[in-house]
């Protein structure tokens, strides 16, 4: 395979287990804000100290969509890290084969 070596083959590994770790969290984490997880109330926008925010069904449903589309959007940000990840990593196997020891 072709191309560009930009980063060596440990930290196309390490990148390649954090972005794989990152992708299933951010997604869980989104489903949660989806579902209108109580737990994550205090990490929205919403200002518990304003009542017209929090009592506002339609203000605190925007809130945790807004927020979930936040972790699924780094979630794919993460997913185009795992594929160069993965592409770096194929780059420097091939590399290793014609590298004298």
């Keep these: 395979m072709a191309g560009a070596k930009v980063i060596g083959p440990k930290c196309s590994k390490y990148c390649m287990v ?8 951010l997604s869980l984490l989104g489903l949660a804000y989806r579902l209108h997880s109580p737990a994550l109330y205090l990490d929205t926008y919403i200002d518990p100290t304003v009542p017209e925010q929090y009592m506002n069904y339609t203000y605190v449903s925007e809130a945790y969509k807004d927020a979930g589309n936040n972790c699924f959007i780094a979630a794919g940000i993460y997913a185009a890290v795992l594929l ?9 196997e091939s590399r290793a084969a014609y590298t004298i020891q």
């Design 84 to 92: 160069f990840s993965i592409w770096q990593w194929r780059v420097n």
């Design 18 to 25: 954090t972005s794989v770790w990152a992708i299933v969290m």
